[in-house]
Nanobody, 126 residues
């Protein structure tokens, strides 16, 4: 059974770096051609795609966040990570990690993702 679990601090101060972990079980993050995404949903708003790391380690980011975003992975732990620098209160959202069967860049269509984590609330506030 494939499971994804997000973890990280629930509160981040403005201008700091938001760091989240997605721990994956039941599926290897290096298996062709799965891709592993970060998606967020601010309160009262629609889903926003943040970025993706593919099975081969290649990464793609939302152009509006690209300058501040980094997605990396640790294959030995079967985990991937999100770092979002210089956060603002606009970064307050539920952050989710999810898997697609192939590379999907920019998608926020829930049915394109076979597996989701439960999501973690991150609040950006001083």
């Amino acid at each position: 059974q494939v499971q994804l679990q997000e973890s990280g601090p629930g509160l981040v101060k403005p201008s700091q770096t938001l760091s989240l972990t997605c721990a994956v079980s039941g599926s290897s993050i290096t298996t062709s051609y799965y891709s592993w995404s970060w998606i967020r949903q601010p309160p009262g708003k629609e889903l926003e795609w943040v970025g993706v790391i593919a099975y081969d380690g290649s990464t793609y980011y939302n152009p509006s966040l690209k300058s501040r975003t980094s997605i990396s992975r640790d294959t030995s732990k079967n985990q991937f990570y999100l770092q979002l620098k210089s956060v603002t209160p606009g970064g307050t959202a539920v952050y989710c990690c999810a898997r697609t069967g192939d590379l999907r860049v920019g998608s926020v269509k829930k049915d394109e993702y076979g597996y989701w984590g439960q999501g973690t609330q991150v609040t950006v506030s001083s």
